[in-house]
């Protein structure tokens, strides 16, 4: 480790509370690559947790939001803004549901708003409160959400949690009918689990989960904060199970790293939020809008739908011949450029072996090596980035 990465670390360290342990100190990006601070430059195959789908730095977003920040960077919903109008109205025709959007600031706070939009609902039809989730997903860290994430290692040390939970397992629809009750109000799912272990859902489950939501009378929330925009081939990883959600949260890649959240409703649930009932200052942020809606046109004009499919193919069959070439791999999994390479022991050495090779990846649920490339990489960069993971497995699994 160079001078100034070990210098600001160490600073980091002295102030920063310790949720985080960072190796590398991110100076700028572009594209598909980062450059730290001692101008190491480094493949961005986490793109900053799912957020740059665009890569980093684009020409325009980074021009929307220039241009937004020099006229005006707030309005505090008592005030409307063109930019997030304009937002509100392209998620709900992206979506096809024919509803609304509510805007906050994270992926969590998305997520509670759902959470409490299906309790009120809920308290009008039939005094119902109770959301099912599923184990090994993940929803956010406050109080609400991390009750929600039915996982040991965020939910110790903070009890008591809120109550009106129940969790069942993934893939497994006789668990999900089990896990309801008369107080149930919702079911809530990740298409594709991230944090997780990058598990897609089964069609034949997305399928179920919709059907068992309208014999029951219950809302369907689909969590697309981090499989959602475009990151496994459609815009909204349910698209592609051919199911319509009645909630979905979007946060993580909608304005390439500028906060930003929202909840998305189908026509049904419009409404149900009535003025004062929920509420955030920084909601629909103008900034952040501007640079959205530039992220959904870039995705449409640079054909990013199309290009997760593709490049994720050809990603995916480099990563099978690791698993047929090394024991040690068992799998891989995952849909588009969302992609999991399953590991018999510890991912975090192959995360590191990677980042020693100028790749930077993620690990997931215990066992798994999690790649979120921007999806504007090109198969030239995917190549050379696939020589670079073929040398690092090579020094964690070769003889
Ligand atoms: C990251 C993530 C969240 C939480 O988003 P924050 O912006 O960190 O609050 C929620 N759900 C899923 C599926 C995520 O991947």
Not at 9 to 34: C, I, N
Not at 58 to 75: F, G, S
Not at 167 to 189: L, P, R
């Amino acid at each position: 480790m160079s001078n100034k990465t070990q210098e600001i670390l160490e600073k980091y360290t002295a102030s920063v509370m310790p949720t985080y342990t960072p190796s590398v100190v991110l100076a700028s990006g572009k594209g598909v690559t980062v450059r730290d601070v001692d101008g190491l430059v480094l493949y961005d195959f986490t793109s900053g947790i799912g957020v740059h789908n665009v890569g980093h730095c684009h020409q325009k977003v980074v021009k929307a939001i220039q241009d937004q920040a020099a006229r005006l960077t707030h309005a505090s919903n008592l005030f409307a803004t063109e930019p997030a109008t304009e937002l509100a109205g392209k998620l709900v025709e992206l979506s096809g549901l024919g509803g609304k959007v509510f805007f906050c600031n994270s992926g969590a706070e998305a997520n509670e708003a759902a959470i409490k939009l299906a309790r009120r609902w809920g308290s009008q039809n039939g005094g119902r409160y109770e959301v099912v989730t599923f184990r090994q997903g993940f929803h956010g860290r406050t109080l609400a959400t991390v009750a929600a994430t039915a996982q040991a290692w965020c939910q110790a040390g903070y009890d008591p949690l809120p109550v009106g939970f129940a969790y069942a397992d993934f893939n497994d629809i006789e668990s999900v009918k089990a896990a309801i009750t008369g107080k149930t109000v919702a079911i809530m799912v990740e298409a594709v689990q991230g944090e997780g272990g990058v598990m897609p859902a089964t069609k034949e489950f997305m399928e179920g989960l919709r059907a068992l939501c309208d014999e029951k009378n219950l809302l369907l929330i689909c969590d697309e904060v981090q499989c959602g925009m475009g990151r496994t081939g459609t815009w909204f990883a349910w698209q592609g199970y051919g199911i319509e959600p009645d909630l979905f949260t979007l946060a993580k890649s909608i304005a390439d790293g500028i906060p930003m959240g929202a909840l998305v409703s189908n026509a049904k649930l419009a409404d149900v939020f009535t003025p004062s009932s929920h509420a955030s200052t920084f909601g629909g942020n103008p900034v952040a809008a501007a640079a959205a809606l530039a992220v959904i046109s870039v995705i449409e004009e640079e054909g990013l739908l199309a290009r997760a499919t593709e490049v994720g193919g050809l990603f995916r069959e480099a990563l099978q011949g690791f698993v047929e070439k090394y024991d040690k791999l068992l799998e891989v999994r995952g849909v588009g450029l969302m992609l999991g390479l399953v590991v018999d022991g510890d991912p975090k050495e192959v995360v590191d072996a990677l980042r020693e090779q100028g790749v930077l990846a993620l690990t997931a649920g215990g066992n798994t090596v999690r790649f979120l490339p921007p999806l504007v990489l090109k198969e030239e960069d995917l190549e050379e980035a696939t020589d670079m993971i073929s040398d690092a497995l090579d020094c964690v699994f070769g003889e």
